[in-house]
């Protein structure tokens, strides 16, 4: 995919004498070029002509910018939290959630992710505290307003993770089965992506099979994922509907299942997040 001069001036909402004036002066400008000569802007050009509006908003100068623009962004780094720090983690997270303490779970869970990625956070500290709580609901009858602040602070932690929002391809549209209530997954997934710069889009609980269909013919993305807790509930997909794009389904509801051989069931967060980058 390629864009105009102009196309690229409106989506980083600069002037086009702006883009001009870092073509002359920076060197950056549009690499392709159409079959009759006309200069395009690809991809990678906007990521850079996007680090170099950031950076120049930031009070960096233009020159010092440009050479700055010019380089990758370091991967984020996603490292393990270990057993050690994993069980003070969800210690002081259980605690938290049974104080109702809600400022105390979302700065905790802020500062796993951004010190070891979602992934890790998500496997070694959210899901087990998670489980937990849901495992003293169901053997007690109580403790649900704890087990729903918990959880609640996990989704707002993840929706606070930057969104991919340059232009490109949709990796991945996310979406529950019908009926299907259990978005964390999903919001999980999202943020993980989100992470490794994947645009991806969600539609969230309770996706009728008509809205699914819908929603994958006009987007088209990579890959479509879908979540179900039980299997009444995954019975519902219409999977052999969906087109011939790659098709993954995710959740205990599909335990057991007969699917057609084109869908793809990933068996943790690590490889959802993998099985999109193959597909991308």
């Given at each position: 995919m390629t864009y105009t001069p102009r196309a690229v001036a409106g989506m980083l909402g600069i002037s086009p004498t702006t883009l001009r004036t870092w073509d002359h002066r920076y060197g950056l400008g549009p690499s392709g070029r159409t079959e009759g000569g006309h200069r395009r802007y690809e991809q990678a050009d906007v990521q850079v002509l996007?680090?170099?509006v950031v950076l120049t908003g930031q009070g960096v100068a233009a020159a010092a910018a440009a050479v700055l623009a010019r380089q990758e962004p370091a991967p984020r780094a996603s490292t393990p939290i270990g057993d050690d720090g994993s069980r003070r983690a969800q210690r002081t997270f259980l605690a938290a959630a049974e104080r109702l303490d809600e400022p105390v779970m979302l700065d905790l869970a802020a500062k796993l992710i951004a010190d070891h990625g979602v992934v890790s956070a998500w496997d070694s500290v959210f899901v087990p505290c998670l489980v937990r709580l849901g495992?003293?609901?169901?053997?007690?009858?109580?403790?649900?307003?704890?087990?729903?602040m918990a959880s609640g602070s996990v989704v707002q932690t993840l929706r606070d993770v930057p969104r991919a929002n340059g232009p490109g391809p949709l990796a991945a549209l996310l979406s529950c089965a019908p009926d299907e209530q259990h978005v964390l997954a999903l919001e999980a997934l999202g943020a993980a992506l989100s992470e490794v710069d994947c645009q991806w889009r969600g539609l969230g609980a309770r996706v009728p099979a008509d809205a699914l269909r819908d929603a994958v013919t006009r987007l088209r993305p990579a890959v479509v994922l879908i979540w179900a807790h039980r299997p009444d509930l995954a019975e519902q997909v219409p999977l052999t509907e969906l087109g011939t794009l790659s098709i993954a389904v995710a959740g205990p509801g599909w335990e057991g299942l007969p699917l057609p051989p084109f869908v793809h069931r990933p068996a943790s967060l690590t490889d959802a997040v993998r099985l999109v980058l193959d597909h991308v």
């Open positions: 996007r680090r170099m495992e003293q609901v169901a053997a007690t009858g109580q403790g649900v307003e704890v087990e729903h």
